[in-house]
């Protein structure tokens, strides 16, 4: 019962997404999948409750994203099997958008590396194994193409880019004033 990246990375690369679902039809189509595992969908007041909570201004175009996901790859089956004996289905879906904040559906859509971290953070939050990995391991691969770390490590290196630079700076003009000083005392 474990969801195989590889193959869902398959099935979407052969259903491309052409247009971004329209945010009704991709709250409907995540209503179904709730649906069929038997679970009481989120009800309108409830989505809306989830966007203010989750604080994302790209929350509608995850949705979409979550949607075509869903439809376009085995994935649907595999998340109605996990949420058939699950207790707490929105606080799944909530944990979900909160974990995937910055991804944009563009970026989803045509980098490989967030298209896995979408798919795993999806997986993760249903609570499913991955084909192939130990549960370390998942977490470990999840954490590697983490693109919220990522930001926050090139920041921390353009940070210490920018600190090396002003004390280079510092020091080149301490020298040249040591060196102007120099000049006027042997003139």
């Not at 869903?70 to 909530?94: F, G, I």
Request: hydrophobic share 40%.
């Amino acid at each position: 019962m474990a969801v195989s990246i590889a193959k869902l990375r398959e099935q979407l690369a052969a259903s491309p997404i052409v247009s971004p679902y329209p945010h009704d039809l991709a709250v409907a189509i995540v209503c179904d999948t709730f649906r069929h595992a038997s679970q009481k969908p989120p009800s309108q007041a409830e989505w809306e409750k989830l966007e203010q909570r989750v604080k994302n201004p790209l929350f509608r175009e995850q949705v979409g994203m979550l949607a075509h996901v869903l439809v376009s790859s085995e994935l649907r089956k595999k998340t109605v099997l996990y949420l058939t004996a699950d207790r707490t289905p929105l606080a799944r879906l909530q944990q979900f958008f909160e974990e995937v904040q910055p991804l944009t559906a563009e970026m989803v859509r045509s980098n490989a590396f967030r298209q896995e971290e979408f798919l795993r953070k999806w997986v993760a939050a249903l609570g499913a194994d991955i084909e192939g990995e130990t549960a370390q391991e998942s977490k470990s691969r999840l954490k590697a193409l983490d693109y919220r770390q990522a930001v926050t490590d090139l920041r921390k290196v353009e940070e210490a880019r920018k600190q090396e630079a002003e004390r280079r700076l510092k020091l080149l003009q301490e020298a040249q004033q040591k060196e102007a000083e120099a000049r006027g005392w042997r003139e």
